[in-house]
């Protein structure tokens, strides 16, 4: 069917089938992705495990783990909810959806290829932009330019005269984010050298953060909370100055990522206050999104999307205080480096971003397969399983990041601070391990959900019917 | 798009983020860009090569057209004796520049003006930076002084001194011959920096890893892969405080031989198939009887067989020895 729809005439796709599409591969990644994850926690837990072979070496596959969970999950869902709600926004239909059918198909192929390189060893040495650069050109131009070609034209041909905050944000962060990558990348095509590398590296990693991960993620909840609540948003205008706030001040900080290296130190300071102002659209954003939950509260429990919604908005709170002071050199020299960094890192993007994400996949599949979901109580335990999961990662790798920092400063034998680190290790891996069982669960949900679901009858929304099971 | 406002809105997009790119990637590069290359940026420089990351020359990243590191103890063309022995950089015929040969203003002031000065840097015939040259060329690193400085700066031996790559080879024999670049490829490619960082840093590193870097420490290096995930020591100074080789081949082959604790993996797969005396190295064999040691069943680990000359492992000891 698929292959039909991509050889055929554009009329005669239905709605929603490139959303359809995304959101299955945007799963099916993170289920890879959090499975890698588990596997590389097991062999920081134990060295000994999967051993003596190179393609299973930890080195070999902690890369993949991150591009799969970030270009193939979270961005893979971001595709998806671009695909459904910027023309729902609109009041439209999507501009293109055998382009959108299109760019899945080149964002899976090139994302497969780009891992299984990765994986072999092939690899610029960069992080976060791991892969060779023609394959970041592939991504930039096979994948990001037609999405953000898709998402700018159905916004022009919308039928409504305003636009929505969350389309600002698409529009906009599909740009910014090809943008970032062209230059971000620079350093493989013009092959720059020394710290310009090492900045641009980090340029590019930080404003991947900054300008699509989580500007997008929070533009999510602002359709689905008013959405599933039945609210309108509290305040548009706050909303406008999250989105300012964000463009001006989250583009900027890049250079907090490398505080111990030699660049200048003008660059430094201005990137730690600069990381400071980021509170600004973070506050503003989670303000406005619980003020609009204002009396819906009973929402959070009865309501699975509602309740992973804003699971992510309430995470957002510690990411951000975590984001805005760990950056500062106060706080930076103790902390950089170690494990805090790591569970910093999982907080947004397994927990704020993951979350939020999670809700509007389930939101959107319902919505264009015209199903109710499969199971309520299997949505549950994937929601447990992926919280308590992520509670056990985040709070284990936390306290071994303080262990690592006591050990860095009071200068203990390095490997008396490994020694320490195991047991958090050891949690680490369960925890791992339980959000990649929660997300099987998922899988096996939401494929029920597509052949079995209960149809939603025309002009109700999903979460409008009861739960059948 | 009928509205004004969002025509307006768009270019504020384009100004806000202009702006946040003005600041944030033009205006360092002028501080970037003056860094003046250290020793230390040198010799890494000449020592890595091109970018060690995929290129056309190494696509598959499994060193090959790397340049060599040796030391030499006499001159190979005049067989006059150093003291102390010079190292030498070999790039031999295809082996692409490294980068500041192209861009010798990335050398920074002085060690530009050195190096294409006494160092003859620009006699370099059909310095592609990709395809290399059709003869090689043997570069050295040599001290001059520049404007009341002293400064190093990349010296052309192949001009200077009429070395060539395979005269010098010889000269240097493949004891001293050093697989630095493919050694930092193998760093790479392994992933050891995602738990090896290459920085230590200014605020609490001096004693236990070493000084922090300079600015110029790092002119010519590509990647520089500082490693953000520290989980093990830092490597920038590690040849400083460990630089026995014996101690690395145990290591590597299984870390926990060396270090109970340790979460390292075994790189014992980068011994290859054969070992020095060109024996099949029997791995099945050789984890079974370390697991009978491990149990307390053997008083004695197993021998760790010794690398061969052409394996991996050669390459990356060379490269962990040569982090002064």
Sequence with gaps: ?469 | MAFKEYRLGSAMVGGALGLSMIITIFMPSFDLRSAVSTKMALEKQLSAGFDIGFGYADPLLLGINRPLTVVLDADPKTGAKFDPPVTAYIYKPGVPMPPNIRHPHDLGKGVQDLSEGLGQIGSVSGSNHRVGTREGVVFTVGLGEFDGEELSYIENASATRGWTPDATLAAAGDKNTFKISQGKTEFVVQGCWWCHTLLPEQTQDWQVFGAPPYLGDFNGENPTAFGSDRKAPDLLHVGSRNSSREWMLLHFFNPRLVQVNSIMPRFDYLWGEKDAQGNVIDYDKWRVEYLDYANGKRVYPPEVPDYAPDSEIRALIDWVLSLK
Aim: glycine share 8%; proline share 4%; with cysteine.
């Design chain 1, 1 to 469: 069917m698929l292959l039909k729809y991509l050889t055929g005439k554009n009329e005669d796709i239905p709605a929603g089938s490139s959303a359809i599409f995304f959101g299955f591969s945007a799963i099916f990644w993170f289920v890879v992705g959090t499975g890698l994850g588990s596997f590389n926690a097991a062999k920081l837990a134990f060295p000994d495990f999967v051993t003596g072979t190179e393609l299973f070496a930890f080195g070999h596959m902690r890369q993949v783990h991150v591009l799969a969970v970030i270009v193939g999950w979270i961005s893979m869902a971001f595709a998806m909810t671009m695909m459904y709600m910027t023309p729902a926004l609109g009041n439209t239909k999507l501009w293109s959806e055998k382009l959108g059918l299109w760019t899945g198909m080149m964002w899976n192929i090139g994302l497969s290829t780009a891992l299984f390189t990765l994986w072999i060893g092939i690899t610029s040495g960069r992080e976060y932009s791991d892969f060779a650069w023609p394959l970041d050109l592939v991504i930039l131009l096979g994948v990001i330019a037609p999405l953000c070609i898709n998402v700018i034209m159905t916004i022009a041909h919308r039928r409504t005269q305003g636009i929505y905050i969350t389309n600002w944000f698409f529009g906009s962060c599909t740009f910014m984010v090809g943008i970032v990558l062209l230059v971000g990348n620079s350093p493989e095509y013009f092959h720059l050298t020394g710290l310009s590398e090492a900045y641009l590296t980090w340029w590019n990693a930080h404003n991947l953060l900054g300008l699509w991960i989580t500007p997008v993620a929070a533009a999510i909840a602002y359709y689905t909370v008013p959405k599933l609540t039945g609210n309108p948003l509290y305040s548009h205008r706050i909303g406008h100055m999250h989105f300012w706030s964000i463009i001006v001040f989250y583009s900027t900080p890049a250079s907090h990522h490398i505080m111990s290296s030699p660049i200048p130190e003008w660059l430094k300071s201005f990137a730690s206050v600069e990381g400071v102002l980021i509170l600004i659209p973070a506050v503003a954003f989670v303000a406005n999104i619980l003020l609009t939950m204002k009396g819906k509260w009973t929402l959070f429990v009865e309501n699975i999307e509602t309740k992973f919604t804003m699971t992510g908005v309430l995470l957002a709170i510690p990411l951000n205080m975590q984001g805005g002071f760990q950056q500062t050199r106060s706080i930076n020299w103790y902390i950089h480096g170690t494990g805090w960094i790591v569970a910093h890192a999982h907080l947004a993007l397994l927990g704020m971003s993951t979350f939020l994400e999670i809700a509007a996949v389930y939101f959107g599949l319902q919505q264009m397969l015209k199903r109710k979901v499969y199971s309520l109580a299997l949505a549950n335990i994937h929601y447990w399983f992926v919280l308590i999961g992520f509670c056990i990662y985040w709070i284990s790798m936390t306290i071994a990041g303080l262990i690592q920092g006591a050990g860095k400063i009071y200068e203990v034998p390095y490997i008396d601070v490994v020694i320490a680190e195991h047991p958090y290790m050891i949690a680490r891996w369960v925890g791992g391990t339980m959000v990649f069982t929660g997300n099987l669960v998922w899988l096996f949900n939401m494929w029920m959900t597509a052949r079995v679901g209960t149809l939603v009858p025309e002009g109700r929304y999903a979460h409008e019917l009861a739960y059948d099971r």
